[in-house]
């Protein structure tokens, strides 16, 4: 008897969770599922009641209108992206880190006037954008953050606000450090890694595309349908397990651009190869440089959390999932 | 020709600091100094002028009326301290985080309006309360943070905040992290750390103190003088050579309360340490035991920071400049 809310419900990850939850593929008893996004949300068909509702996380009365619906599981996934958030100081700060602050207020608000029996599980994405060089070979679980970007260090806030909420008991909750979700459907973003997705995704549909950064860029990639997998099983993680740190370095797979293309090669030909066209961009460049590429991810690997085994195999969700 | 602003000027650091600048051991030519505080601070004598003003950080136009002041350097060292900050929830996160965010906003408006000239030197004074175990045996400068109070949260969010603004060039600001001060001159605090000070200070003084943990509880120690000398170090720190990560280690005493009783026996003899009572306090062993107790800080080594050599220094430096 459960009631789920998808903060960032219309966004890529949203609707592969949103769908993911109607398919029953989430060891919940969903009642009611509620997607908020800044625009409405597509609303999957579901044995159980869905709603879309759309409004501005950033806005306080937003946040208390969603904790008034005491949802049982949120899924917190609401960001303007790194690119948005590096040309937009203040939007930025104020969507990524003011309004998950007010969230986290209103569900403590909801708790205190239940007499404490309301205490919501809160998974927040956060990212590897958190990070910051120079980096080890691989980073281990008690690497520190030294985000390079606005974007970064307003995931890291949140997580320390999704932690400390949680500690109190005001929430349970914890933070997952996702990878760079790749492919992505649809069109490019904003987002400073929108590329990794692009060079795949648009040679598979006859497109051109363009590679902003050097083939030998190492990147850290798990797939839609590997994230939407992540957030219904922390839906019923036993957070205990945790053992006072809220934050999770996700699994994924570490490889390089030429890598991808290579495995791009082996599945779809040297044709579709051939579409990828390289244009250097130095802003793009100076971003995806201060991002991490390679993870040791034990403890989520222990928590039973599990990405893609390579490349290839990412593509090939893509092709099953959403190529048309 | 520099305007010295420490937030916090009425504490006991800030008065430490304000006598160091007024002594001229700090490698600016200083013209003025202010001394901001929830109460008005004492004013040391000083060959340039000095003001103290009175108000709650928390209040937004308070971080306005300071940063209008536009201090060339700004020491930020309030805070409400770590057993309050457990207490008091909100009181906690809304002086200590949200208050230091209002300030950065403040900065950054006087920034802007400056058409980008007006950039402060901002001094963060963090603490070891970012950190949680797990430790290893000696915590480098690459360890996460991951903290088990709110105190300890509120000032890791700060330094995210001072290192974003501070890499977008609105601000030149880097933050300390202070290992626990110690001896601390004058009356106990509501700190958890306070009895670190008291075992020492209060027999020193002929008087009784209590000992809440086990004595062979390690930490992490400096004095108030070497902090003192941190802050006016930091004031004239090339930050370039922090090389985008903006939060230090700094140097400190590694022992037990065993080896800090030993130390006073040696100085002050064996009638001096009977004062001191045991008294198991587990509230406070609780907070305690999350601290971690020993450092290998290399990256403030290398840049100039040196703290006491053994607890016998930090007690004579107790001696010396506090025992009346």
């Given at each position: 008897m459960s009631k789920i809310l998808i903060i960032g419900g219309a966004g890529m990850i949203g609707q592969k969770l949103a769908h993911r939850i109607a398919a029953a593929s989430i060891n919940v008893d969903v009642t009611e599922l509620v997607l908020y996004d800044i625009v409405d949300a597509t609303k999957p068909d579901?044995?159980?009641?869905?709603?879309?509702t759309s409004g501005n996380i950033a806005d306080p009365e937003e946040s208390?209108?969603?904790?008034?619906?005491?949802?049982?599981?949120?899924?917190?996934?609401?960001?303007i992206v790194s690119g948005e958030a590096e040309k937009e100081f203040s939007k930025g700060w104020n969507i990524n880190a003011r309004g998950s602050w007010q969230l986290l207020e209103a569900l403590r608000s909801e708790h205190e006037s239940s007499g404490g029996s309301y205490r919501p599980r809160v998974v927040f994405a956060s990212s590897i954008a958190v990070f910051g060089g120079p980096y080890p070979d691989k980073?281990?679980?008690?690497?520190?953050?030294a985000p390079q970007t606005s974007y970064g260090a307003q995931k890291a806030m949140t997580e320390l606000l999704v932690a400390d909420y949680s500690r109190k008991g005001y929430i349970d909750g914890f933070s997952m450090r996702l990878p760079t979700i790749c492919v992505r459907p649809g069109k490019p973003n904003l987002a400073a890694s929108s590329f990794f997705s692009g060079i795949i995704r648009e040679p598979l549909n006859g497109q051109g595309a363009i590679l902003p950064v050097s083939d030998e860029t190492r990147h850290w990639h798990a797939s839609p349908r590997a994230a939407a997998r992540f957030f219904t099983k922390a839906a019923t993680l036993d957070t205990s397990k945790l053992k006072g740190r809220y934050s999770l370095n996700l699994p994924g797979v570490?490889?390089?651009?030429?890598?991808?293309?290579?495995?791009?090669?082996?599945?779809?030909?040297?044709?579709?190869?051939?579409?990828?066209?390289?244009?250097?961009?130095?802003?793009?460049?100076?971003?995806v440089s201060g991002w991490p590429s390679n993870f040791d991810p034990q403890r989520?690997?222990?928590?039973?959390?599990?990405?893609?085994?390579?490349?290839?195999e990412i593509i090939r969700v893509y092709m099953e999932d959403d190529l048309v």
């Open positions: 579901a044995a159980f009641s869905v709603q879309a208390s209108r969603l904790a008034a619906m005491r949802p049982d599981i949120v899924f917190h996934l609401a960001a980073i281990d679980d008690d690497f520190l953050c570490s490889c390089t651009v030429a890598e991808q293309i290579e495995a791009l090669r082996g599945i779809a030909g040297n044709d579709v190869v051939k579409l990828i066209r390289t244009e250097p961009d130095e802003a793009v460049k100076k971003i989520a690997h222990a928590l039973g959390f599990e990405g893609e085994k390579d490349f290839a």
